[in-house]
Nanobody
Framework: QVQLVESGGGLVQTGGSLTLSCAAS????????MAWFRRAPGKEREFVAA????????SYSDSVKGRFTISKDNAKNTVYLQMNSLKPEDTAVYYC??????????????WGQGTQVTVSS
């Protein structure tokens, strides 16, 4: 089993940047495919980005492709989401997840508690 704790959220202006971190404990992140999801106010949770356990494969939703980058630091047992050129529509609670198949929310058995990102216009 793995426990996940997100951090790094906050308030940022349109066009700004934030880096979210997801610290894992219990098992090493290189044992899992890792992903970020988000839930905007009044909407369902959606896939944002994923990285395979080998880090060789990464995938992104169309809405963040070219602006967000997912990465893993196995030595720190941490997954990151670098978010650039932020837009108001990126406002959401961001969740880290482990152990599933890229993009398939229900396949992930392990979730963090989420971190709020608010982008002001």
């Amino acid at each position: 089993q793995v426990q996940l704790v997100e951090s790094g959220g906050g308030l940022v202006q349109t066009g700004g940047s934030l880096t979210l971190s997801c610290a894992a404990s219990g098992r090493a992140v290189n044992n899992y495919d890792m992903a970020w999801f988000r839930r905007a106010p009044g909407k369902e949770r959606e896939f944002v980005a994923a990285v395979a356990r080998s880090s060789a494969l990464r995938s992104y939703s169309d809405s963040v492709k070219g602006r967000f980058t997912i990465s893993k630091d196995n030595a720190k047992n941490t997954v990151y989401l670098q978010m650039n050129s932020l837009k108001p529509e990126d406002t959401a609670v961001y969740y880290c997840a482990a152990g599933g198949v890229a993009g398939r929310e229900r396949s992930y058995p392990y979730w963090g508690q989420g971190t709020q990102v608010t982008v002001s216009s």
